[in-house]
């Protein structure tokens, strides 16, 4: 074997070693994707505190304000405050007409 193969064959062993090295390596990190759940909040809970909740709205693992709209398809909803204990005392997502929270236009 000649010096220049022995140094091309050294170069190839040293690449097949390193694509070993990184692929373990990248196989040991852990994945960085949302785990497919429709239970978000109970994945990363925002940083609210309960008594906060009679406040807010949380939709996807965001936070809305009261009076907050979104579209979900071709449905409006907007953060309703709480009417009391038949929501748990949480501000809730309604899809209804009111005087004073207007539904956004959802196309």
């Given amino acids: 074997m000649t010096a220049d193969k022995a140094i091309r064959r050294g170069a190839s062993l040293l690449l097949v070693a390193a694509a070993i090295a990184a692929e373990a390596t990248a196989q040991s990190q ?6 497919p759940s429709p239970f978000y909040d109970l994945v990363a ?3 609210l505190t309960p008594a906060d909740m009679a406040f807010f ?3 996807n693992n965001r936070v809305y304000s ?3 709209a ?3 398809g071709r449905t409006p909803y907007v ?3 709480s009417p009391g204990p038949s929501t748990g005392n949480r501000a809730y997502w ?3 007409e009111d005087q004073v929270f207007l539904r956004p236009i959802c196309n």
């Fill in 94 to 96: 309604a899809s209804r």
């Fill in 45 to 47: 809970p925002p940083p």
């Fill in 30 to 35: 852990p994945s960085m994707e949302r785990p």
């Fill in 66 to 68: 009261l009076g907050g």
């Fill in 57 to 59: 709205c949380v939709y």
């Fill in 70 to 72: 979104m579209c979900v």
């Fill in 79 to 81: 953060c309703f405050p």
